[in-house]
């Protein structure tokens, strides 16, 4: 993201548009004291929860800006999610969603098989949280893959031409067992439909997924009309969220989809507030 869209971004946050100096001077500082002082800086996140962040971490310095990196779907999983709910991360990254779903009390299940793997460890550390942390990529069936390096939030499974490194590989369902999670957050840069063939009873009992879609599905024989086609044969209806109204509404042309399977507005409207940025969420 270049430095307009950047700004323009954080701009326009629904929780920076009260307070646009503060959320361009933590940009500003968080550029400044970045290069002055690199390396590892803790910041406040959700309620009391804490995220450690490096430069270049894309999303998590979003969330300094502007305290959601990605509103509708962060503050959908945070109103969906309980305490003792499971809450499966499939493609981590540093943990900015594994966080967030200890924030709302949940049990997370987490897979992360890059070199953020290490960042989402002291990540859940810091925060004392009930989390289990697996170095594994999710597919199809067991097995190894090659997965990218040095590509921050977007390594992905390797094409013929790219460095890569040889990861585990592991289907969902036998990776999770007989609990059934209340949401699944997939966040895989196209290989949705993989994910999606080695988890069929896990998606097929969990309550609600946010799935990232953002044009890569191609790279690896699938089309996202194939993906939301067989998220509807699951009984998924692709939906946006209203975090102030509480409440779903049509689903807006973005990165993320949202999909919910039967009644789950009351649980959105019935969740606690979280401290953000100093609002509530």
């Known amino acids: 993201m270049g430095l307009l869209n950047t700004l323009s971004f954080i701009a326009d946050h629904p929780l ?8 361009l001077t933590r940009f500003a500082r968080w550029q400044i004291g970045s290069r002055l002082m690199p390396g590892a800086i803790v910041v406040d996140f959700i309620d009391d929860t804490k995220l450690v962040v490096t430069p270049g971490m894309t999303g998590a310095t979003g969330n300094i800006y502007c305290g959601l990196h990605e509103y509708e ?12 709910d499971l809450f499966v991360d499939v493609g981590a990254n540093v943990g900015s969603y594994t966080v967030l779903a200890g924030a709302a009390g949940a049990d997370v299940l987490a897979f992360e098989p890059g070199e953020r793997f290490t960042d989402l460890q002291r990540n859940v550390a810091i925060n ?20 990218t390096v040095g590509l921050d939030s977007i390594n992905r499974a390797a094409l013929d031409d790219e460095p890569f490194v040889e990861v585990p590989v592991v289907p969902l369902d036998e990776a999770v067992g007989e609990r059934v999670p209340v949401l699944i957050k997939v966040d895989v840069e196209g290989y949705e439909g993989a994910v999606l063939a080695g988890g069929a009873r896990l998606f097929g ?17 699938h089309d996202e009309d194939d993906v939301r086609a067989a998220m509807s044969e699951l009984g998924y209806v692709l939906t946006g969220y209203d975090p102030v109204k509480r409440c779903l509404k049509p ?31």
């Open 251 to 281: 689903p807006t042309a973005r990165g993320n989809s949202i999909f919910v399977r039967g009644e789950v507005e009351e649980r959105l409207r019935n969740s606690r507030q979280f401290r953000v940025l100093g609002q509530l969420v």
């Open 128 to 147: 004392g949280m009930n989390a289990e942390l697996r170095n594994q990529a999710v597919g199809a069936e067991a097995g190894t893959l090659r997965f």
């Open 205 to 221: 009992a969990a309550t609600a997924v946010i799935m990232e879609l953002n044009g890569q599905t191609l790279r690896y024989g």
């Open 73 to 84: 779907d962060m503050a959908f999983a945070l109103h969906v999610l309980r305490p003792g």
């Open 16 to 23: 920076t548009r009260s307070d646009k100096l503060g959320a």
